[in-house]
């Protein structure tokens, strides 16, 4: 937090010097601060416009009666938040979202360290036979649009004739079962991200010297524990990151559902994420001030979320 | 994007801040012009009653679904030949919502937009914010093919009032759609199987199409919403017109009453006999027409554009036909021919439109009895036009819809909450999955509809409106 505020301290300290030098031609600034400005500028701006301002507008709009269409939009103060704090359905949403967030990280992080490890580590430091193979294999979801992935998956889980009854000798309607719904959409998330942290934790698996793992197999540890007490504690930023991301994107889920679920967020709300009731109450209902508020909610949730897992990190790291 | 944005952009861009840019998607609230004059109402000159300018460039929207966007060309043409040298501006679209949307903010909206498709935008809402121009001025104008006949009295009864949100004309419906219960007429003639006139025919029915070993029904799983239709239909049928109305203006206790009772009831009954393809409530709404196009289930529940749906799935030849609801009781109120018929595909003109006149007038052409046939002819549909398209014969479902509205004559049957309260069509099409799979009973759906009901009912953010 700290050095990215002296950052854009003496960023805007240079922007004045750089406005300053364009006027009166001093040439006193140190060419690479020029440079720095001549780099940073865009992007803020760019990230100033296309992602700050949204969040702004957001808030703003969140106060406000604005249905998407109208010329006017009034102020009413709070009254979309109480609205939020009463919808039964952005409750079911969000306890759908918080089971994802119970589940998603453990699992997906979990897979993702045990195929990196399997890719990487035996005990002369060589992953299993093929493993590059096995990298493209894992990663291949990643590179399938979240569409694909949606209709995909559909036929894996259509009721008689699909791939996973076919497996299994059912004939279980998957997503058309609130018993099952959840866990399906889940399994597809799960799936649909697991080969990135393969590739990020392989890569930081990569890293640790190789003197590290001698030293361990001359002390005589075996597998588990070189994983659990060398491995992993070296992991453990690599690691904290993949969950900030992982939890991020269990607090939305918007897309899979959309895409595969009865309803959709069905059947019976069974798989509703807070992400389609706001998307619903903008774009069918003409309510974009509700909406608005529901998404600051999530915002802040998230943020909130973030910053836990940040400052852990900062312990740890001490 | 509108000039207006750019321009708040390239400010945003010399300030150097974002927060500049608030102005960006909201609008300012100062720069609604208010009273824009409203288009000279319904003159004299028959040819041109809205009093149409060549100069003004016509804007037009077409939602390009189902039916495509040709037949609008073809009326885009009309136009053309109508007001020569006039310029008209076609766009066919899918995402009307996010691609109109900041056209509506920055006021320069198109000149006609036909309103459709899954991104349609909420008409109640636009209604409610005085964005949408009162039709009736089009419905008093002369009709093209008979100066002396107004336009509306060339439509199909119950067509305005569909249209009809309050006190005014929101939109004026151009697709005539038949639902009922869909069959392939050759399967059902090669099986001696007639289609059934009462419930109980019909469970006897599905005994016979069971043994046979296909599954008698089977419906759109994922959108369970398909079969609130014939539901409406059955209850319409059990106890009268009125019992839809109740239901329509969220009457207390609407949901709960004994006809509504017998309609769900023999929904219920069909599930409990085992009478759905198993695994429907998985499927998507084009799976389970194909499930039914292959042969897998003898009956589903839809309207008349499956014929076009399914086109490019569906095996030459094949003869789909619809059918009405079978009676549910003897004391049934509407005769067993009374059939769900609901006009869609509306058409309207927004308020803040640059040429309102120009958008009146392409309806009017549309609403011509040629247009109408052509229409007819290109997408096997009715349309809300009188007498239009009877010459169209290309079509079976087409034929089929028609003369099941031949024969249900002055019962038609329509319901108006799916439009008004899209969170009671939710919960009642939510509830309406449940009882197809046997996860609630009949009690317990009508108790969840109920609720929903009262809940719309008694919320204050919910404009009413009512039938």
């Not at chain 1, 967020?265 to 508020?293: I, K, S």
């Not at chain 2, 009309?78 to 076609?90: E, L, S």
């Not at chain 2, 011509?368 to 009715?382: D, I, N, P, Q, V």
């Amino acid at each position: 937090m700290s050095s990215s505020t002296t950052a854009s301290r003496s960023l805007s300290r240079a922007g004045r010097r750089a406005r300053g030098r364009s006027r009166g031609r001093s040439g006193s600034l140190p060419r690479h601060r020029g440079l720095i400005v001549g780099f940073l500028t865009l992007p803020i701006i760019l990230y100033a416009v296309f992602v700050l301002s949204p969040y702004v507008q957001a808030i703003y709009i969140s106060l406000t009666d604005w249905t998407g269409f109208a010329r006017r939009l009034n102020f009413v103060g709070f009254e979309n938040y109480t609205r939020v704090a009463h919808d039964d359905l952005f409750w079911t949403g969000l306890k759908h979202n918080l089971v994802m967030l119970a589940v998603l990280p453990v699992l997906t992080i979990g897979l993702g360290l045990f195929f990196a490890s399997m890719l990487n580590i035996d005990r002369a430091g060589r992953g299993v036979r093929g493993s590059s193979a096995y990298k493209i294999v894992y990663f291949f979801p990643q590179v399938l649009p979240v569409a694909v992935i949606g209709v995909l998956w559909q036929f894996v889980y259509t009721p008689r004739s699909g791939l996973l009854n076919g497996l299994l000798g059912t004939h279980h309607a998957w997503l058309g079962s609130p018993d099952t719904a959840l866990a399906a959409v889940l399994a597809v998330g799960v799936w649909s991200s697991v080969g990135f942290y393969v590739v990020l934790f392989s890569a930081a698996m990569g890293a640790i010297p190789q003197e590290i793992y001698e030293a361990v197999a001359l002390d005589g540890a075996g597998r588990w524990r070189t994983f659990f007490q060398v491995t992993l504690p070296l992991l453990r930023d690599t690691v904290r990151v993949g969950l900030i991301y992982v939890s991020i994107g269990a607090l939305d889920g918007f897309a899979i559902v959309q895409l595969m679920t009865v309803g959709p967020g069905g059947p019976d709300n069974a798989t509703e994420v807070v992400g389609l009731t706001l998307y619903r109450r903008a774009f069918a209902d003409g309510q974009f001030g509700y909406a608005c508020a529901m998404g600051v909610v999530m915002l802040f949730m998230t943020l909130t979320l973030a910053v836990i897992l940040q400052s852990r990190r900062r312990e740890v790291g001490r | 994007m509108s000039p207006i944005d750019r321009r708040t952009l390239l400010l945003g861009l010399a300030g150097g801040t974002g927060l500049l840019l608030t102005g960006c998607a909201v609008p300012s609230g100062g720069r609604d012009s208010g009273s824009k004059a409203a288009p000279a109402v319904a003159g004299d000159d028959p040819k041109n009653p809205f009093g149409v300018k060549t100069s003004d460039r016509l804007d037009v929207v077409i939602f390009k679904g189902g039916f495509g966007d040709d037949y609008a060309k073809q009326v885009e043409e009309t136009y053309k030949q109508a007001f020569p040298g006039a310029q008209v501006k076609h766009s066919g679209l899918q995402k009307l919502q996010e691609t109109l949307q900041p056209r509506f903010v920055s006021g320069t909206p198109p000149d006609v937009i036909d309103n459709s498709g899954a991104a349609a935008l909420n008409a109640v809402t636009l209604q409610k914010g005085g964005q949408l121009l009162d039709l009736k001025a089009l419905l008093d104008a002369p009709s093209v093919d008979d100066p002396k006949v107004r336009v509306r009295d060339t439509l199909l009864p119950g067509v305005v009032e569909s249209g009809t949100l309050g006190d005014t004309v929101a939109s004026v419906n151009y697709a005539y759609t038949v639902t009922g219960f869909w069959y392939n007429q050759d399967l059902f003639e090669k099986n001696g199987w007639v289609y059934p006139k009462t419930w109980d025919e019909l469970v006897a029915l599905c005994a016979k199409i069971k043994a046979s070993g296909i599954a008698p029904f089977t419906y759109q799983g994922k959108f369970p919403g398909y079969f609130l239709e014939p539901l409406m239909q059955m209850m319409a049928k059990t106890g009268g017109a009125e019992t839809l109305a109740a239901v329509d203006n969220l009457e207390p206790g609407a949901w709960q009453s004994q006809p509504v009772a017998d309609a769900v009831g023999a929904i219920e009954k069909l599930v409990k006999n085992g009478y759905i393809l198993q695994g429907s409530e998985g499927l998507s709404h084009t799976e389970a027409q194909q499930a039914w196009v292959d042969g897998k289930a003898a009956l589903i529940p839809c309207g008349s554009w499956l014929e076009n749906e399914m086109k490019s799935t569906t095996p030459k030849g094949f003869r789909m036909a619809v059918g009405p609801t079978p009676a549910v009781t003897a004391q049934d109120k509407l005769p067993a021919t009374a059939i769900s018929a609901s006009s869609s595909e509306g058409f309207i003109v927004p308020k803040d439109a640059k040429n309102t006149a120009g958008g009146l007038e392409f309806l009017r052409l549309l609403l011509s009895r040629s247009a109408a046939s052509k229409f007819s002819e290109l997408t096997g549909s009715m349309t809300t036009v009188k007498g239009a398209g009877a010459n169209v014969t290309n079509s079976p479902a087409l034929t089929s819809a028609r003369k099941a509205v031949e024969a249900a004559g002055a019962n038609t049957i329509s319901f108006r909450f799916g439009g008004w309260y899209g969170d009671l069509y939710a919960a009642g099409s939510s509830a309406m999955g449940e009882l197809l799979t046997g996860r609630v009973d009949a009690a317990e759906f009508m108790k969840r509809t109920q609720a929903a009901a009262d809940k719309i009912a008694k919320d204050s953010n919910v404009v009413k409106y009512h039938r």
